[in-house]
């Protein structure tokens, strides 16, 4: 039996770094009670723990505070909109149930091994992205055991 979450605060992400900017602006933190699954929450919280360097979602809060043009932000990473044009309409990240990272310092393809081989660390990661240069995260409800891997 799961213990029940109720509420849950990243400790080490804000809102902004789960969803667009133009989410953000609508419902500020409160985009993470609406629009983001808590397990994605948790599992995004278990990555940083876990490699103890910067995990990287959505970087536009701080690109746009360094002048950065717009169309090199990442926005995308976390919650998407159903308006959204990145990635598959059913994605996972449409139901705020998924996350593409980059973990600084260490590769993709060895981060995605870390999690498929450690998945007791990350419990609610179900499925992995294969053959990508970040790490697609999601807890998708699925019919097998341990985390599947993938094609894009």
């Not at 910067?54 to 505070?65: E, F, G, S, T």
């Not at 449409?94 to 081989?117: H, K, P, Q």
């Not at 995260?137 to 985390?147: Q, R, S, T």
Request: glycine content about 6%.
């Amino acid at each position: 039996m799961c213990e029940r979450i109720e509420y849950y605060a990243p400790r080490h992400f804000k809102a902004y770094e789960f969803v667009p900017p133009e989410v953000y602006a609508e419902l500020g933190r409160d985009a993470l009670h609406f629009l983001v699954d808590v397990r994605t929450l948790i599992t995004a919280d278990q990555l940083r723990d876990f490699f103890g360097v910067p995990v990287l979602i959505n970087d536009w809060y701080w690109k746009k505070k360094q002048g950065v043009p717009s169309r090199k932000w990442k926005t995308q990473r976390g919650y998407r909109p159903p308006n959204s044009r990145t990635g598959a309409r059913w994605s996972q990240h449409r139901f705020g149930r998924a996350l593409d990272a980059t973990v600084v310092g260490v590769s993709a393809t060895e981060v995605r091994d870390i999690v498929v081989n450690h998945s007791s660390v990350f419990p609610y990661v179900t499925r992995v992205e294969d053959k990508v240069n970040w790490l697609h995260a999601d807890c998708a409800n699925v019919f097998h055991h341990g985390i599947q891997l993938f094609k894009p």
